[in-house]
């Protein structure tokens, strides 16, 4: 009972690793390309919240936190936000400034 126990444990791990190693497309593991992040930044204008919320960064075995990473982008998202909203109040101000400026009669 032994030996046959022990033939039946070697032939279905053999099975095992011939399924995940060989079988070229019909493998069970098939192979994939590794994940690179393909950089959706845009290089022909700033980048804007939605870049940053449509911004996935690939995970590896050894990869990062992606609860951490996902807080950081969250708050460079706000950050930018914030910003983006800052930079058109002042160009309004700036705007209605110019055109206070050019109603006001000569002296």
Known sequence: MFWFLLIAM????????????????DAVLPETGSERLADPL???????????DALRLPVAARGYRMAEVDDVLSRLAAELAE????????????SAAHTRRDEEPRK
């Not at 070697?10 to 497309?25: H, K, S």
Request: charge should be negative; avoid cysteine.
């Open 10 to 25: 070697v032939v279905v791990v053999a099975a095992v690793t011939l399924a995940v190693v060989g079988g070229g497309d």
């Open 42 to 52: 845009p290089e022909d204008r700033p980048v804007e919240r939605a870049d940053i």
């Open 83 to 94: 910003r983006d909203a800052r930079i058109a109040g002042l160009q309004q101000a700036l």
